[in-house]
């Protein structure tokens, strides 16, 4: 289903494009999440309009079968790839959980900026992204999803994210989509 619209005051979210994440196997290429993401901050940007830069440094301390561990993480590892071209005016969320909006003060920031709708990007598709888009979704958000912009470790999980999660909390469409929109 494609993206049927933008909302005046529409903010992107970028979820993890960071040094230590990049690096990890995904299904879809990085370098082509990335050029994605890139072309989708480039254009905001050029439209004034909100940007959130997300990255990880932590997780939750509950016991998991499959948790990973920040300890031992290697110098630079939580810096955001260059790529996104941060900027001054960007918001940078530095979470510690899953969700971009927990215990970050993330939804207070975006209502305050008058954002009623968030479009969301990033890794993992099925972890981060999905966490944080249920959070803007209980937030009140209009939510919209990149999916080419967006990969994962686990082909089954960015596949049921996409097809099964995503249509229930927002629309998803395509980064030219989304482009074509703003413009």
């Given at each position: 289903m494609p993206v049927t619209q933008l909302d005046p005051k529409t903010a992107l979210i970028v979820i993890d494009?960071?040094?230590?994440?990049?690096?990890?196997?995904?299904?879809?290429?990085?370098?082509?999440?990335?050029?994605?993401?890139?072309?989708?901050?480039?254009?905001?940007?050029?439209?004034?309009?909100?940007?959130?830069?997300?990255n990880v440094d932590g997780g939750a301390q509950g016991r998991a079968e499959?948790?990973?561990?920040?300890?031992?993480?290697?110098?630079g590892w939580t810096d955001l790839i260059p790529?996104?071209?941060?900027?001054?005016?960007?918001?940078?969320?530095?979470?510690r959980t899953w969700g971009a909006f927990t215990n970050t003060g993330l939804a207070e920031h975006l209502k305050k900026l008058g954002v009623t709708q968030v479009v969301i990007i990033g890794v993992a598709t099925s972890a981060g992204v999905e966490s944080t888009a249920r959070h803007a979704h209980e937030h009140g958000f209009n939510v919209t999803f990149a999916i080419d912009a967006m990969t994962d470790m686990?082909?089954?999980?960015?596949?049921?994210?996409?097809?099964?999660?995503?249509?229930?909390?927002?629309?998803?469409?395509?980064?030219?989509e989304i482009l074509a929109l703003l413009n």
């Open positions: 494009l960071q040094k230590g994440i990049v690096g990890f196997p995904t299904v879809h290429p990085i370098g082509e999440v990335i050029q994605q993401a890139a072309a989708l901050t480039n254009a905001f940007r050029r439209k004034g309009l909100p940007i959130v830069l997300v499959q948790a990973f561990r920040m300890k031992d993480v290697p110098a790529e996104l071209n941060q900027q001054p005016e960007d918001h940078t969320v530095t979470k686990n082909p089954d999980a960015h596949l049921n994210s996409i097809t099964r999660i995503f249509p229930r909390i927002g629309e998803t469409g395509t980064t030219e």
